[in-house]
């Protein structure tokens, strides 16, 4: 029970100390012999103020540990974005490469399909007949012709090179188009390019 009174001298009491919370008194002084009575227990308060050091150090490690979780979970995330990233400039990669490959297909196709022509016929030569569109390729002393005919088949003749036309290329191996051959009734043949004709024969003859 709180003093009412100073137990020494029975003089008045004035407040002395009070508690930092709550500001409850917790000890009193007399006026007459300055006689100060014992501490009263305030348990509450002081239950608090121990236990408020350990609540802050608890805060601070829960802070430490949010912060630390944070660092993880963000580096996690980038570690996810990188790889997702490098995974989807693999298929990029992949599909492009895929397409390129597929345009090069399509494109040695479309060349063979060009270049592929009918099956060569040979049959006898024809007294005065004449080939247009024909291709000619020189190598030394002869020049091959391949012709297109009027009933699909494909005319081809290996000729003597005419000395003039050979002098018109400086390779000794050469290709030309729009040649036109013309066979004459006495065996010879007449070559004709870019509006200049060239006598020559059959190779060998």
Same mark, same amino acid.
């Given at each position: 029970?709180?003093?009412?009174?100073?137990?020494?001298?029975?003089?008045?009491?004035?407040?002395?100390?009070?508690?930092?919370?709550?500001?409850?008194?917790?000890?009193?002084?007399?006026?007459?012999?300055?006689?100060?009575?014992?501490?009263?227990?305030?348990?509450?308060c002081i239950m608090?103020?121990?236990?408020?050091?350990?609540?802050?150090?608890?805060?601070?490690?829960?802070?430490?540990?949010?912060?630390?979780?944070?660092?993880?979970?963000?580096? /996690? +995330?980038?570690? #996810?974005?990188? &790889?997702? %990233?490098?995974? *989807?400039?693999?298929?990029?990669?992949? =599909?492009?490469?895929?397409?390129?490959?597929?345009?090069?297909?399509?494109?040695?196709?479309?060349?063979?399909?060009?270049?592929?022509?009918?099956?060569?016929?040979?049959?006898?030569?024809?007294?005065?007949?004449?080939?247009?569109?024909?291709?000619?390729?020189?190598?030394g002393e002869s020049?091959?012709?391949?012709?297109?005919?009027s009933d699909g088949?494909?005319?081809?003749?290996?000729?003597?090179?005419?000395?003039?036309?050979?002098?018109? /290329? +400086?390779?000794? #191996?050469?290709? &030309?188009? %729009?040649?036109? *051959?013309?066979?004459?009734?006495?065996? =010879?043949?007449?070559?004709?390019?870019?509006?200049?004709?060239?006598?020559?024969?059959?190779?060998?003859?």
């Amino acid at each position: 029970m709180p003093d009412e009174s100073c137990r020494t001298c029975g003089g008045g009491l004035v407040n002395h100390r009070s508690c930092s919370d709550c500001k409850k008194v917790t000890q009193k002084k007399c006026r007459v012999c300055s006689r100060t009575t014992t501490l009263q227990s305030h348990q509450h308060c002081i239950m608090n103020s121990m236990l408020n050091p350990k609540q802050q150090l608890v805060q601070v490690i829960q802070k430490n540990e949010i912060s630390h979780t944070r660092k993880n979970s963000l580096r /996690f +995330s980038f570690l #996810v974005i990188g &790889i997702a %990233g490098f995974f *989807i400039l693999g298929l990029i990669a992949n =599909s492009y490469s895929g397409i390129l490959q597929g345009i090069s297909d399509e494109a040695q196709a479309t060349n063979s399909n060009n270049i592929a022509v009918k099956p060569i016929d040979s049959f006898p030569t024809q007294s005065g007949k004449s080939y247009d569109n024909c291709i000619a390729y020189g190598s030394g002393e002869s020049i091959t012709v391949t012709c297109p005919t009027s009933d699909g088949s494909v005319y081809k003749g290996i000729l003597n090179m005419p000395q003039d036309l050979k002098k018109e /290329f +400086s390779d000794s #191996v050469f290709s &030309i188009r %729009g040649v036109v *051959i013309t066979e004459n009734s006495d065996g =010879s043949m007449m070559l004709q390019y870019h509006l200049k004709k060239y006598m020559t024969n059959s190779f060998g003859n």
